[in-house]
């Protein structure tokens, strides 16, 4: 499988929650509750007919109520450094 892996890339963000349940992305500080980092794999194209598709794991959550939002932040960082050594990539705050 990893001959159809284009590239990894190692993404970080705030999340709030969603007004019907579940978390949604925010570039809002002030309303962000978690801080979330993930791994996102791009996959390559099968033919010039076919579409590009990515898929994402290794999400971890860090809690901004819990933690503080500096600590959130740091803790996060921390993980997304981790992935990076992992997967030889960068993180990127998205």
């Not at 500080?29 to 076919?50: G, H, L, Y």
Request: charge should be negative; charged fraction near 40%; proline fraction near 1%.
């Amino acid at each position: 499988m990893n001959e159809a892996i284009d590239y990894r890339e190692v993404l970080m963000h705030y999340s709030k929650p969603e007004i019907e349940g579940g978390m949604e992305y925010t570039d809002e500080k002030e309303e962000a509750e978690i801080v979330a980092v993930f791994v996102q794999t791009w996959f390559k194209k099968e033919d010039e007919n076919s579409c590009e598709f990515f898929d994402i794991d290794q999400e971890k959550d860090f809690s901004i109520k819990e933690l503080g939002h500096d600590r959130a932040v740091e803790e996060a960082k921390k993980y997304a450094s981790e992935l990076c050594t992992k997967y030889d990539t960068d993180w990127e705050w998205y």
